[in-house]
Structure formats: structure tokens, C-alpha cells
């Protein structure tokens, strides 16, 4: 068995295949290069295939036509038998120099070692302004969906290894460009360890990571999350109907039966936020985050009630502020849509931690 697969996917890599090849080649481990192609115009295939004669130990995959990114590398782990199995890109931006690191690492016990650009030393070279913001927002909003991302600094990272039997190949069924989330989500606990690489300017050719990929991207987030901000606006709004039933009611009172009295709207009011709030969070609990509902119940409640405060607040306080630009209704849209946020980052980040 060979120690270690390398799987390089490609589309228009011409002018940047055989480079790598060559680094890798010179790197002095024992392993099998596979080059998976999806019929790029320009040729990719039949340069790896021109060095697989050279060298001996290169598998090229034609795949038909331009299938994505991470079913290229599902591909080639089907075809991989080394003991670890590396993904980098084959446009040099992820420096082979860093590749005997990371395979170190994973001797030393590691499941998953992946290269960083976020941790400390990690850094990215010429970066545009856009692809900065995108890539951190992204990191963010993983960290915020998919606790198993949060103590990693670059889940989005391109570049990792792992021990092929870590990994089973049927576990990655998405189709965009973020392999390495759906591997740390699916497949249990892992050890993983992170180290520093610097992300390299492209030398040539252009990156396909276009607008479509982010929503792919936010695609892929909801079903690894199993559609957990779905949930939460469901439930949110079951709430609404919740609030408005009981302060009817409640207001009401008298016309319900002689022996009550009807509470002031003050009152009434108050009751239903809170009783919609517990509604709100027990559905969410049994529900929403269900997959991550440990801990104790009265201090989630309590943490859930801190949360939906500032939420209604922040609600009221744009309501008042923008009723001047928009109509009223608008504003408190807005207002929703901000509380909304508020509430639902708190639950992932400060009610529901617990896996
Ligand atoms: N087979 C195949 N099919 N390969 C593809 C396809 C495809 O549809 N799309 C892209 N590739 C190949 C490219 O040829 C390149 O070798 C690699 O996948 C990465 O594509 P780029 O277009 O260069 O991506 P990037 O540089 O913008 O972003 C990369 O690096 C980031 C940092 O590690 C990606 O790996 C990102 O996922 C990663 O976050
Ligand atoms: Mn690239």
C-alpha cells in the first residue's frame, strides 16, 4: 500500500499541472498522484497523462465534462489505496512544500490535518478586498450553523489530509466547492490538528469559484445543518400566532365568562410575549436543536429568555427609527428581520452549545 494518495481536481490547469506534478514528485514520498479532469478545453488530462509515463505513479480520471469540485474528489477517493489521502488544488496556490507537515501530523495520531490560512502565521497573499469578506463571512456563518466547525479556524480550507479509513467516500454527496465541511459534519469525532500555510496568488489560468458557488455554499450549509434557520423562522412564526392569540385572549377575558375579568392591555401584553417566548422555546428545543440539546433545561430557558429580550428591543427600536424613511409596516419588517438575527445567532451560539 502506498503512504499517501494525492488528489489534485482540475479544470484549465495546463500551464499549472506539470509544475505541480514535478514539486510533489521531488518531494520525496512514497505516493500515488490522482488527477481528476473534467475534459478541460485546455487540455490538463493529456499533460498528466504525457508525466504518468514519465513517472509512473499518476492516475488521471477524465471525467466527461464539468462535474464540480467536490464530486471530483468523492471520485478519486474511490480510486485512492493510499493510507492518507491528501486534497490540494492544481493551480499551485496550495505549496506542496507543506504537504511532508501535514503528513507528519497525521502520523503523530491525527485523523484530519488540515492547512490553515486562519490560524496564527497562516496568511493569504493577494487576496481581493471581495474574496476576503466572502471567505470570512463564510467562515463565520459555518461556525455559527455547524458546531463541528468551530474550533477549526479555516473549515473552507482547500488543502487537508486524512486517513483514508477516517473517511468513507459515500459520506460526501454534495456538489459544490466546500468538501471538507461535509467531512468534518458527517462521519463522527475526529482528532484534528491545523496548521499554517500561505494561500498563493494564482500564476495563471483563473479561479472558478464564481457567485454561483456561494449559493451552492449556502446550500450546502442548510442541509448539513438540517435546515436549522428554516426551523427557527417556523417556529418564530408559529410564535407570532402564539402572541396574538393569548393577548386576545387574555384582553378578552370578560366576554369568555362572567366570573373573569379582561386583563389591561399592559398585562395581557406582557403574558403573551412571555408565554410566545416559552412556546418558542420549547419547540425549538424539541425541535430546531433537537441534534444539540444537551445541558439543563432551566438554564436554557433562562439564556433563551436573555436573548429574545434584546431581540424585541432591538424589534421596537428600529420600528421607531425607520417608520420616518419607510412606511411603518416596512420598518417593522426590518425590525423582525434584525430581531430574527439576533435571536437566532444567540440560540447557535449561546443557548444551544452543547453537541
Ligand atoms: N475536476 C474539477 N471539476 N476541478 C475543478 C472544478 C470542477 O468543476 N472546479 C474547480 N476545479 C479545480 C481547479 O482547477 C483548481 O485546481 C481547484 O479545483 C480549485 O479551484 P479554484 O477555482 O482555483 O478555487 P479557488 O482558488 O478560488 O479556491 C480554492 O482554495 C480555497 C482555499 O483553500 C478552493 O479549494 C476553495 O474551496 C478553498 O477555500
Ligand atoms: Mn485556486
Given at each position: 500500500m502506498v503512504e499517501l494518495s494525492v488528489e489534485i481536481p482540475t479544470y484549465n490547469e495546463a500551464n499549472n499541472i506539470g509544475r505541480l506534478i514535478e514539486n510533489l514528485e521531488n518531494l520525496g514520498i512514497d505516493m500515488e498522484i490522482i488527477v481528476i479532469d473534467d475534459n478541460s478545453p485546455d487540455g490538463t488530462a493529456s499533460i498528466a497523462e504525457k508525466l504518468s509515463e514519465e513517472y509512473g505513479n499518476i492516475k488521471v480520471l477524465r471525467r466527461p465534462?464539468?462535474?464540480g469540485l467536490t464530486t471530483a474528489i468523492h471520485d478519486g477517493m474511490k480510486v485512492a489505496s493510499g493510507e492518507y489521502i491528501a486534497v490540494m488544488d492544481?493551480?499551485?496556490?496550495?505549496?506542496?512544500?507543506a504537504l511532508p507537515l501535514l503528513l507528519r501530523k497525521a502520523h503523530e495520531g491525527n485523523d484530519l490535518v488540515i492547512a490553515s490560512?486562519?490560524?496564527?502565521a497562516g496568511k493569504v497573499e493577494r487576496f481581493s478586498l471581495y474574496r476576503r469578506i466572502v471567505s470570512r463571512a463564510a467562515t463565520f456563518l459555518a461556525h455559527a450553523m455547524l458546531r463541528e466547525t468551530r474550533n477549526i479556524k479555516d473549515p473552507l480550507s482547500g488543502y487537508f489530509v486524512f486517513r483514508?479509513?477516517?473517511?468513507?467516500?459515500?459520506?460526501?454527496?454534495?456538489?459544490?466547492?466546500?468538501?471538507l465541511l461535509e467531512i468534518l459534519v458527517k462521519g463522527g469525532k475526529k482528532r484534528i490538528a491545523e496548521i499554517p500555510y500561505t494561500f498563493k496568488p494564482r500564476e495563471s489560468g483563473r479561479s472558478k469559484l464564481g457567485f454561483q458557488e456561494n449559493l451552492k455554499y449556502l446550500r450546502l450549509l442548510l442541509m448539513l445543518s438540517e435546515y436549522r434557520p428554516l426551523k427557527f423562522v417556523a417556529v418564530g412564526m408559529s410564535g407570532v400566532l402564539v402572541n396574538e392569540g393569548l393577548l386576545f385572549l387574555f384582553h378578552n377575558l370578560s366576554a369568555f365568562s362572567s366570573a373573569l375579568s379582561s386583563l389591561p392591555l399592559f398585562y395581557a401584553g406582557s403574558l403573551a410575549i412571555e408565554l410566545s417566548i416559552l412556546s418558542n422555546f420549547t419547540l425549538n428545543n424539541m425541535w430546531t436543536f433537537s441534534k444539540v440539546s444537551r445541558g439543563r433545561l432551566i438554564l436554557k430557558v433562562l439564556k433563551y429568555n436573555a436573548v429574545a429580550a434584546p431581540g424585541a428591543i432591538i424589534n421596537l427600536l428600529t420600528l421607531l427609527n425607520l417608520a420616518f424613511l419607510f412606511h411603518y409596516l416596512i420598518a417593522n419588517l426590518i425590525g423582525i428581520v434584525l430581531a430574527f438575527i439576533v435571536n437566532y445567532l444567540g440560540s447557535e451560539f449561546f443557548v444551544w452549545v452543547k453537541r
Amino acid at each position: 500500500m502506498v503512504e499517501l494518495s494525492v488528489e489534485i481536481p482540475t479544470y484549465n490547469e495546463a500551464n499549472n499541472i506539470g509544475r505541480l506534478i514535478e514539486n510533489l514528485e521531488n518531494l520525496g514520498i512514497d505516493m500515488e498522484i490522482i488527477v481528476i479532469d473534467d475534459n478541460s478545453p485546455d487540455g490538463t488530462a493529456s499533460i498528466a497523462e504525457k508525466l504518468s509515463e514519465e513517472y509512473g505513479n499518476i492516475k488521471v480520471l477524465r471525467r466527461p465534462g464539468k462535474l464540480g469540485l467536490t464530486t471530483a474528489i468523492h471520485d478519486g477517493m474511490k480510486v485512492a489505496s493510499g493510507e492518507y489521502i491528501a486534497v490540494m488544488d492544481g493551480d499551485l496556490q496550495h505549496p506542496p512544500s507543506a504537504l511532508p507537515l501535514l503528513l507528519r501530523k497525521a502520523h503523530e495520531g491525527n485523523d484530519l490535518v488540515i492547512a490553515s490560512r486562519y490560524v496564527k502565521a497562516g496568511k493569504v497573499e493577494r487576496f481581493s478586498l471581495y474574496r476576503r469578506i466572502v471567505s470570512r463571512a463564510a467562515t463565520f456563518l459555518a461556525h455559527a450553523m455547524l458546531r463541528e466547525t468551530r474550533n477549526i479556524k479555516d473549515p473552507l480550507s482547500g488543502y487537508f489530509v486524512f486517513r483514508r479509513s477516517a473517511v468513507s467516500p459515500d459520506s460526501i454527496k454534495s456538489d459544490g466547492y466546500k468538501v471538507l465541511l461535509e467531512i468534518l459534519v458527517k462521519g463522527g469525532k475526529k482528532r484534528i490538528a491545523e496548521i499554517p500555510y500561505t494561500f498563493k496568488p494564482r500564476e495563471s489560468g483563473r479561479s472558478k469559484l464564481g457567485f454561483q458557488e456561494n449559493l451552492k455554499y449556502l446550500r450546502l450549509l442548510l442541509m448539513l445543518s438540517e435546515y436549522r434557520p428554516l426551523k427557527f423562522v417556523a417556529v418564530g412564526m408559529s410564535g407570532v400566532l402564539v402572541n396574538e392569540g393569548l393577548l386576545f385572549l387574555f384582553h378578552n377575558l370578560s366576554a369568555f365568562s362572567s366570573a373573569l375579568s379582561s386583563l389591561p392591555l399592559f398585562y395581557a401584553g406582557s403574558l403573551a410575549i412571555e408565554l410566545s417566548i416559552l412556546s418558542n422555546f420549547t419547540l425549538n428545543n424539541m425541535w430546531t436543536f433537537s441534534k444539540v440539546s444537551r445541558g439543563r433545561l432551566i438554564l436554557k430557558v433562562l439564556k433563551y429568555n436573555a436573548v429574545a429580550a434584546p431581540g424585541a428591543i432591538i424589534n421596537l427600536l428600529t420600528l421607531l427609527n425607520l417608520a420616518f424613511l419607510f412606511h411603518y409596516l416596512i420598518a417593522n419588517l426590518i425590525g423582525i428581520v434584525l430581531a430574527f438575527i439576533v435571536n437566532y445567532l444567540g440560540s447557535e451560539f449561546f443557548v444551544w452549545v452543547k453537541r
